[in-house]
């Protein structure tokens, strides 16, 4: 019997897995919904009920909490009240504010000078008074609100990078390229921004796209500027989504992102896997994030903070707008601010619906101005920085007077009632974040549509006012051939610094030679930046600067080989870790480790011939080169070889070498190409052109 293909296995066990996670979802999912929640629990009036109080004397049923801290408010549940509504209540001989009154229940707040301990409750119709209900006082525990607060907003962030690369894998290049076609017109650059702010889940991500395209010429400044106010929009994708279902359903949902993630065999499945865990992961932390606020709600100094802050008249809706523009530009997005602000009305009842969208008002605003350092990089992005800026504070201004419109449309479409107080639970208005959502959503929209037609015309007396760059010359850097050759020496000495460090990563697995590699491929490449956007450019078309021109690009190249030795010198260790058994190293085949130490060595002193040549304006020997490069190559079939003829033990440890052996020799012979760049520069142009034509 034939036997079966790899690929027809592997295809199977794929939908294995796959079939194996939707029963695994489909089980978590029903069990998770079949458990109870507590919420048909018999309420605390069935429960004094069984205790069967004598009906004629008023009597505390229960208090909730049960236990208080100084200054908070607690549900007091009574029975027995002949005048319901008449109903008192006090500590000691101190009488309670009454903050909500209902037919059996009192919502007060206790007195900021309670010490801790014991103290007795009581409840009053008339002159008629209950037996003491014995209440314990203890001390605010500010760990908790601080951890919620940090916990949660990491969680928060982390969350929607998650989010937001799980989106980025799920999107193609070809939809992303027509997207890009497509931005040309108006609608389209808004829903190409949309998409883009979506993936950041970062207006300053998005504007530095944006600016990379306008730089490029790729994109024109008026679809730009469209697509940031679509961006706007986009970023607050991640807290609208997570604001879809119950937060405390976060949980559920990473289990079932991370489960994904282990059975998931295709890029697709990853991507949508890493939307799950990243919407889970932000409902869990605007879980987290509710605790950090209760102190708001019964401390007289916090709470006073939050009641000066509200949107009452024109002025406080612009105060609030510029908090909204400041939080979203330090946070470089709407998205972590629309949690903050629905979490801070939920939890503490002092901000309505109106306060809340005027905070979230500035969000146009603020995210132009966060994102105006990533577009300083060139004119042409300067100039969409400054439209961005102009149509940032008008969406801000129409978002604002839109307040009013917009929460009544979002109350007429959502139900419930946004300022409801539900007293004694931990989320004291639960109807606000749906309504909030909503709102917002349609403030932006609205901001965006409005501006969509300006934002063509402003692109033109942008122009207008700063008309096209003349060609700027480049500053006087002297001598260009000098200067880039001494930058050219800078580089490669640079380059040369983290092949010592990386010797001992690669024969001694030193991790923190892996680090020094990194910080000097680091400063390596932030000189080669510097070469190739000034000195090189300075260059004339004598053949001496074509071929410093040329070693140039060439230089970028071996960083890249630099850079991806680096990477497979790292999976080398790692590799080489995992392979170890009994606290013991695994051991190379024989001559495995001597073929890269002397890989390593030749690749050291061909590096080394370039930079003597660099420093000494000396001719490089190109035949060394070459026979260094051959050499390598040498190796590397030698290594190649050792895998054919190797054994069933030895093989793995032979492949991990030769994955390694290729990254040296692909950095070998960008250091042959070099040193031929030189070689060129360096040659006698008379000999060159007599190579050229043949004649003497």
């Known amino acids: 019997m034939a036997a079966e293909p790899t690929s027809a296995r592997g295809s199977r066990s794929g939908k294995l897995r796959l079939l194996l996670a939707w029963l695994l979802t489909a089980l978590m999912v029903g069990v998770y919904f079949s458990l109870p929640d507590g919420e048909d629990a018999p309420s605390l009036q069935t429960e004094g009920a069984a205790q069967e109080p004598d009906p004629s004397r008023i009597e505390v049923l229960a208090v909730t909490p049960e236990a208080a801290t100084p200054g908070s408010a607690i549900t007091v549940q009574f029975a027995g009240a002949a005048h319901a509504r008449a109903v008192t209540a006090s500590v000691g001989k101190t009488e309670l504010e009454v903050l909500s009154r209902l037919d059996d229940a009192l919502v007060v707040r206790l007195p900021q000078t309670l010490a801790p301990g014991h103290v007795k409750l009581r409840v009053a119709d008339g002159q ?53 076609r497509w931005a040309q017109r108006g609608p389209a650059a808004l829903g190409m921004g949309i998409g883009l702010g979506a993936l950041s889940q970062s207006t300053t991500a998005a504007a530095s796209v944006l600016s990379g395209l306008v730089s490029g010429g790729l994109l024109a400044l008026g679809p730009a500027a469209a697509a940031f106010l679509g961006a706007q929009l986009g970023t607050a994708s991640a807290p609208l989504v997570s604001g879809l279902f119950d937060p405390r359903e976060g949980l559920l949902l990473v289990a079932l992102g991370v489960m994904w993630l282990a059975f998931t065999t295709t890029r697709r499945g990853t991507a949508l896997a890493r939307l799950t865990l990243g919407v889970g992961l932000i409902a869990f932390g605007l879980q987290t994030l509710r605790p950090g606020f209760e102190p708001f709600v019964h401390d007289s100094a916090l709470l006073s903070l939050v009641l000066e802050l509200r949107a009452a008249s024109v002025l406080g809706v612009a105060t609030c707008a510029l908090l909204g523009a400041a939080l979203v530009a330090i946070f470089q997005g709407p998205a972590p601010v629309c949690v903050l602000v629905l979490v801070l009305a939920q939890t503490t009842a002092q901000w309505d619906l109106r306060t809340a969208l005027s905070v979230l008002a500035g969000s146009g605003l603020g995210a132009a101005v966060g994102a105006s350092m990533a577009g300083l990089s060139s004119k042409r992005s300067r100039k969409l920085v400054l439209l961005n800026l102009m149509l940032g504070l008008a969406s801000t201004l129409l978002a604002a007077s839109l307040v009013d419109v917009v929460a009544h449309v979002a109350d007429l479409l959502v139900p419930g009632v946004p300022h409801e107080v539900r007293w004694g639970k931990r989320v004291l208005l639960p109807h606000l974040g749906l309504h909030l959502g909503v709102a917002f959503a349609l403030s932006q929209l609205s901001a965006a549509l409005v501006l969509l037609p300006a934002s063509f015309p402003l692109a033109r007396l942008v122009e207008r006012w700063f008309p096209q760059d003349a060609k700027t010359s480049l500053p006087n850097v002297g001598d260009a051939l000098r200067v880039t050759r001494v930058r050219l020496l800078e580089v490669c000495e640079a380059q040369l610094a983290a092949l010592t460090p990386l010797r001992e990563l690669v024969l001694a697995g030193d991790r923190d030679a892996g680090e020094r590699v990194e910080h000097a491929l680091g400063s390596a ?48 260790v790692d590799a080489r870790v995992a392979l170890s058994t009994d606290a013991r190293h695994a051991e190379l085949a024989p001559g495995d480790l001597s073929a890269l130490e002397q890989m390593h060595d030749l690749l050291a002193s061909a590096g080394a011939a370039v930079r003597d040549a660099l420093r000494d304006r000396a001719t490089v020997d190109l035949d060394s080169a070459r026979a260094s490069e051959i050499a390598m190559n040498a190796l590397e079939a030698r290594l190649r070889k050792g895998v054919l003829e190797g054994d069933a033990q030895t093989v793995r440890s032979h492949l991990l070498v030769l994955k390694l052996a290729d990254a040296y020799e692909a950095t070998g012979n960008q250091v042959y190409r070099l040193s031929e760049a030189l070689a060129e520069g360096a040659a006698d142009p008379q000999h060159e052109l007599q190579k050229l034509t043949g004649r003497p």
């Open 525 to 572: 490449q932030a000189l080669l930046d510097e070469l190739i956007a000034g000195p090189m450019l300075a260059l004339g078309d004598a053949p001496n600067s074509q071929a410093l021109r040329g070693a140039a690009l060439t230089s970028v190249q071996l960083q890249r080989s630099l850079e991806g030795l680096e990477r497979q010198a790292a999976r080398f």
């Open 128 to 180: 008629e008074r209950s037996k003491p209900y014995y209440l314990r006082v203890k001390l605010e525990n500010w760990r908790k609100p601080f951890r919620s607060l940090v916990g949660g907003f990491a969680l928060l962030i982390f969350g929607i990078g998650v989010l937001g690369r799980g989106a980025r894998e799920a999107v193609g290049l070809r939809s992303t390229h027509a997207l890009a």
